[in-house]
């Protein structure tokens, strides 16, 4: 037993002291151990440069990340590396590398042995440009140190005001007009094109020229101008009777590089229809019938000038009321033309012509916007148009009319007030200021007060004189001496498309008597009248615009014409209460309205020729 005991002893104290003798192994084999782990903090990219620019470093994920500025050269960049001493880079700092294709790999090789991939990703903002631009097959001549593009288009392409380009911009990029929307081309357009980093753009200056289509622009025999219709292919030309038509040579023009035949100031013999071709740079040809004869008419008649075949065919109520008017007024010195009848031949015999209509309440598709005004009128009413040339023409040789409510464009399709509708108001450019109710439907104002009088307001402090006592008031009241009253009816039709002022265009512009004679001795007119019951008298509600072929003032403007022999009055905007139809109400003051009519009719049927 007792060795038992001993043995049990031993045994203990072995078990006491083997952690001893474990941790003095330990400790002998710790000190043969050798760390081999490298210091990764040697091996990473400090900083990463491109022009100034520092790149965000991702240490954990080894991504390296930056956008450069607009425009920049992806293909192309120099990269400036810092990493610690004695740690080599792959590429190295200084290279010029090439991002178009996607990241590149950066390796990093420290002197302790440590390395890393680092995986760098440059982009660029978008550069604001246009990589290609075209009108149909017609690819656009991109100049980007000027920032223009150049289209030459052909002759058949397409209007030129209505043009829908289609391009491509740059990745990253936004453009304010998109490709494919249409446009109006007659003059420079511009497009900006806006890259993501929100402030780099580029404004682009967009230049379309149309090759001319192959057409005579002026026919002339001797003071005559021909009538030309680049529909019907046809020029007419009206000379005085007894002109012997068998040996003339007409003075004819045509667009640059256009070639005639026969051709200008060549003696032709007109006894009977001429055919004359021209011939553009594309190779076209377009053939015109040229009339000339000699003809002994008298003008004397009144007409009245309407869009439909007869009166009792016009769908506007005012046009139809006044044309009625006028025919009962003027029993057989009258004559009735559509607008599709408005010929030399027809007009020969019209000493004073009407043209009126007001469409709001029927709504006949007219309307007008500050960049058109002419479009309340016909096509062939507008500038160029046939009919428009012939009363042009007409008015030239001393025909005389009045013109009023929707129809006061045509002022500037027969040239007597120079006007760019697409162009900035400024000196010479006699645009619209105001283009109320202008929509297709106009305004319709319903449920007015009998007291709230319409008319022709007649302020001397408004005029470039007193003009109350002028021949065409005749027989008319002015009430509380300022105004003629002419509309008090319950419902009215209303267009505000007129010159309220001459802002940017003349100076003074509005509204006193120094700007009424400024205005009058510019354009050879005579201010007639503003708006009623306005506190400031504002606008030109009434005007006679002037031949031309006399003495004119010395600030006249050059640009119009000066062989005007007739005078056209305009009664420019309906709030004056120039309306002919009540619309079912009734107008205490229509008599005024026909008396009116009557005296400035006459007036100008009595002017001398």
Known sequence: MKSLKNIA?????????????LMHSCSEEDDNFTDVVPDFSQAIIRSFE??????????????VAMTLSAGADLSSVTVDLTVPEGTTVTPASGSTIDFTSGPVIFQTKASNGASREYTAMVGAFGNPKFLSFAIGDNAGQIDEANNTINVEIGSQDGNIADLAPNFVIADGTSVDVASGVSRNFTNPVTYTILSNDGFSAREYTVVVNQIKAPRITSFMIGEASGVIDNEENTIFVSLAAGTNVSALSPLIEVPEGQTLSPASEEEVDFTDPVEYSVTNSESLTKTYTVTVEAQDVEPKYYAFLGEQADIASLVDDDAKAAATWMKNTYGEDFRYIQFSGITPQSMAEIKVAMIYYLTPA????????????????????????????VLKNWVKAGGDMLIAGDANPLIFSIDRVPANFSAPREPGNYVYSEFGCAGSAGCVDMGKPADDIWGLGMRASNNSQDRQAHPIFDGLNFVNGEYLALQNSATREVRLIWWQHFDGILNPSCCGQDAALTFEQTLSATKFGTLAAIGDAFGYGAVLWNRTDMANNEIFDDQIATDFKGSVFSIQNTIVGYEWDSNGTTNDYQSNIETFTRNILDYLYNLED
Not at 52 to 58: D, E, L, P, S
């Open 9 to 21: 002893k031993y045994a203990f104290g072995i078990l006491l002291l083997m952690p001893l003798f």
């Open 50 to 63: 491109v022009d100034g620019k520092f790149a965000q470093i991702n240490h954990t994920s080894a991504t």
């Open 362 to 389: 029927e709504d006949l598709g007219y309307s007008a916007t500050p960049d058109n005004a002419l479009t309340l009128l016909p096509p062939g009413l507008r500038p160029g148009g046939t009919r428009a040339q």
